[in-house]
């Protein structure tokens, strides 16, 4: 019998989840989500080859919320893996708060301190916390472990991570935590074997996907971010608007007299590449679209990106490297010439061949500061995680 590790990372309406053998350098036995939850809840696994392995749809009736999706899907996975022995379960969690710096053991004074921390992430942690309570109720429930998005930004400095409010707010945790934790200590940890030279000094990783952030690393340890006290701060994103003079959300609401609720969900669900094109909040359909919007969409999408590397670049005094990842950065080699082009004051020189063909090394032999595409994978991040908080 294989020892397994299985890793959840749970979001507002999916859980994707990855199983992967504990003994074999952690392969990549099969993954998969379900999605579409509380809509209509739609489940796919796939092996390690991409073969389907199974498919479910809910179309009618009761739809599983995320406790009965998790429920759901540690029942498909006892019978689909009669051969292994689950030894623990990772999970991303969005939030750490100021407690956590590396990842933690599941305990009920652990879950208790995760729950208090759901008003500083109201969209995302309650989601997180669901499956692991579900897991945890099980008479057989293997150990569980929280691997934070939060974690890796607790090394910057005290300056990078306080906000110029006065004492009674920040007193109560208004700070800024940056994200995408995992993402970046996963490039962290194959910067060394990529650039060694930008492995010990300043690299810039721009995490681009749904949602997007910078990382200032030094020596691979974080010292600077975009996202601050929540998911909103920095880049623009595929639905949210990233950085806004905090004037425009008091004009909506003094003005145009909107609530929190709708000024919420447009903050993180009706801006960024979506608001600004009106077409679609997915790089590719905006890409391949016609449109003088969708070409304002991705100019600004780029634009935003170049002035917040200046921004990483003073913090770092300087850069080595700047590294693309996540769907647009491992993709997008048009959003990649632009933020390369308007880098070129600080050193950056592309090869557009390289480019165009999302190569690992995207700038040319003789550039000062190398650019590179390194895959995320932020599951297995949490994976190596499990394994060595189980082992200590
Ligand atoms: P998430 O943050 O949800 O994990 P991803 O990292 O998967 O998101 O990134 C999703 C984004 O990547 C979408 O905007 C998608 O259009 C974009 N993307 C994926 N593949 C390509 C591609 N081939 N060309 C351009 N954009 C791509």
Known sequence: MSDLILVLNAGSSSIKFALYDAAEDLRLRLKGQV?????????????????????QSWMDGIQPDHELATEFLMHWLRAEVADGRLVGVGHRVVHGGTRFSVPARIDSDVAD??????????????????????IAQQSDAPPQVACFDTAFHRTRPEVE?????????????????????????YIASKLPQIDPRAARGRTVVAHLGNGASLCGMLAGRSVATTMGFTALEGLMMGTRAGSIDPGVILYLFDTLHMNARDVSALLYKRSGLLGVSGISSDMRVLSASESARAREAIDLFAYRIVREIGSIAAALRGIDALVFTAGIGENAASVREAVCRGCDWLGVEMDEQANSGNQLRISSASSPVAAW???????????????QLLRD
């Open 35 to 55: 999605e579409g939850i509380g809509v209509a809840a739609h489940f796919s696994a796939r092996d390690a080859n991409g073969n389907s392995l199974g498919e």
């Open 113 to 134: 301190y995760l729950s208090r921390l759901i008003p500083l992430a109201p969209l995302h942690q309650p989601h997180n916390l669901a499956p692991i309570r579900r």
């Open 161 to 185: 991570q306080a906000l110029p409010l006065p004492r009674e707010i920040t007193g109560r945790g208004v700070r800024r935590y940056g994200f995408h934790g995992l993402s970046y200590e």
């Open 373 to 387: 595409v390194i895959p995320t994978d932020e599951e297995l991040m949490v994976a190596r995680h499990t394994r």
